[in-house]
Each structure stands twice: as structure tokens, then as C-alpha cells.
């Protein structure tokens, strides 16, 4: 995965384009992620005891990875991320927009 936990994102697709969050979960195995602040669902729940209370709570549903480009924390543009090998052979993911390693 190019996106990984508290990335900064934009939003690239669906009804919250344009906005950006910090990614908080990442799901690996479906390429989706959790961000905050973006892609409330509505949620009606039943009373559990005195753990939750009943009615209609609010809470982020995952975004596919694909609906999401990484801003890259130098140059503040959204940017498609390249990988690039360092020196000592580790892997680094890298901002083609302004060529910044982003790790
Ligand atoms: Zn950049």
C-alpha cells in the first residue's frame, strides 16, 4: 500500500472530493482506509446495556485507497507516489511531484 497510517490525504473522488483528512486506519488486505473527518455513514443503533445508547450515531466508513491521493507533506500537492531504493537498500516511497522522500 502507497498510503500508510497518518498520511495526510485529499480526497480525489465520491462526496467528499476535495477534502482532506489525516488517515487513521489503514486495511491493507482491501485497499481501504479510514480518514478522518471524511465519509460519515449514518448508523442506527439499538441500546447494548449502558454501553451504547440508542438512535442515530455518525461514524467514518472506510474509502477505497484508489479514492484518495497522498499530499505529500513537502510540497503540499496531491502527488501519485514512486518507490525509490536508498543507498543502503531500504525502500522509500518518494513524491513525483517534487521528488522528496516522503518516509
Ligand atoms: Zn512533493
Do not use: W
Not at 455513514?41 to 450515531?57: C, D, N, S
Not at 514512486?82 to 537498500?89: P, T
Request: proline share 3%.
Amino acid at each position: 500500500m502507497k498510503i500508510r497510517k497518518n498520511d495526510t490525504v485529499l480526497v480525489v473522488a465520491g462526496k467528499d472530493k476535495g477534502k482532506k483528512g489525516k488517515v487513521r486506519f489503514v486495511y491493507p488486505e482491501d485497499e481501504r482506509l479510514i480518514v478522518d473527518g471524511i465519509n460519515f455513514i449514518k448508523r442506527h443503533t439499538r441500546a447494548q446495556g449502558t454501553v451504547r445508547q440508542a438512535g442515530i450515531i455518525e461514524m467514518e466508513a472506510p474509502i477505497h485507497v484508489s479514492n484518495v491521493k497522498l499530499l505529500c507533506s513537502k510540497c503540499n500537492h496531491p502527488t501519485c507516489v514512486g518507490f525509490r531504493f536508498l543507498a543502503d537498500g531500504k525502500k522509500v516511497r518518494v513524491c513525483r511531484s517534487c521528488g522528496e522522500v516522503i518516509d
